[in-house]
């Protein structure tokens, strides 16, 4: 098990390295860190090659509709040696099940509802790096030692209201809302 060490920035926030707060109680420090809403500037999915399992690999067939061998051809990467396993291939450097949406900020990963485990077991954060490079590629946002966002205030602005809109559509409730906002906006 890794040890972290927890620091407290100049207001008293408790943070890990790296900037990533992390939750407090009456006991002490918790090493859990806050989440933040992926916010789907799909760099994670250009830098990784995707390993699924043939289980995973048969349901996102199935559910796509095609064939095994079809659905082998077209999707995973042919030289990858794994018996029990297989790699999704990658086109234009990114995962082949993503997408880029026309005139934003966003990508979409097309078989969401049903992505290998380790696309769901991923978790953005600030300390990502993969996180750090997306706020800058597409928001020109980057974040301080202290882990907070900065960038012009017009900037900081959109970006909350698009972090707020992506809460909302997953169904966060205020008070995660709020969390969320105050850790990333300092509120």
């Known amino acids: 098990m890794v040890k972290r060490v927890a620091v407290v920035d100049h207001k008293g926030t408790p943070r890990l390295h790296g900037g990533s707060v992390i939750q407090v109680n009456e006991h002490g420090y918790e090493t859990k860190e806050l989440s933040i809403p992926c916010f789907r500037c799909g760099v994670c999915c250009t830098r990784y090659q995707v390993c699924l399992s043939l289980v995973e690999a048969r349901q996102i067939a199935d559910e796509l509709g095609f064939a095994w061998d079809e659905w082998l051809d077209r999707y995973t990467d042919q030289s990858w040696p794994g018996a029990g396993s297989l790699l999704l291939r990658q086109r234009k450097g990114a995962c082949v099940f993503l997408e880029h949406v026309e005139g934003s900020n966003m990508t979409r990963c ?19 790096r993969e996180c750090r490079e997306g706020l800058v590629k597409y928001w020109q946002l980057t974040v301080s030692c202290s882990g907070q966002l900065e960038g012009t205030k017009e900037r900081l602005m959109n970006f909350r209201s698009f972090i707020e ?23």
């Open 110 to 128: 097309l078989i969401q509802p049903f992505k290998p485990s380790s696309c769901r077991e991923w978790k953005p954060g600030l300390y990502r």
């Open 165 to 187: 809109s992506l809460m909302i559509a997953e169904g966060a409730d205020a008070s995660t809302r709020m969390s969320v906002q105050s850790m990333l906006f300092r509120i």
